[in-house]
């Protein structure tokens, strides 16, 4: 029911930016994260935008790289990834969480989940 997209092929130093949309409900009441998961390692979260206030959670190793931001009106959250890294190649998922608490450490609590969009980060 969430479809990402933005993914691709980028140097190290350069941008990317993921959209997650639905067009199934109302993305307003749900927080929205993103998950990543790289090749041969388990699935980590990576930002979380709450649905009550908009506060915003990252993990350490993309604090002040990455932006997580939602547009209600266009039921739509993105992911602005900037000084991307060779490490951050991954495939990146969206998931969504009625009234959740942006739980990073676990995608068991969020109700949907898209396919998620390979990001690559490569000479």
């Known amino acids: 029911q969430l479809v990402e997209s933005g993914g691709g092929l980028v140097q190290p130093g350069g941008s990317l930016r993921l959209s997650c949309v639905t067009s199934?409900?109302?993305?307003?009441?749900?927080?929205v994260a993103w998950f990543r998961q790289a090749p041969g390692k388990e699935r980590e979260g990576v930002s979380c935008i709450s649905a009550t206030d908009t506060s915003t959670y990252y993990t350490d190793s993309v604090k002040g790289r990455f932006t997580i931001s939602r547009d209600n009106a266009k039921n739509t959250a993105y992911l602005q990834m900037n000084s991307l890294k060779p490490e951050d190649t991954a495939v990146y998922y969206c998931?969504?969480?009625?009234?959740?608490?942006?739980?990073?450490?676990?995608?068991?609590?969020?109700?949907?989940w898209g396919q998620g969009t390979q990001v690559t980060i490569s000479f």
């Open positions: 998931e969504a969480d009625l009234w959740g608490s942006c739980n990073l450490r676990s995608e068991n609590e969020y109700d949907y």
């Open positions: 199934q409900y109302t993305l307003d009441y749900y927080a």
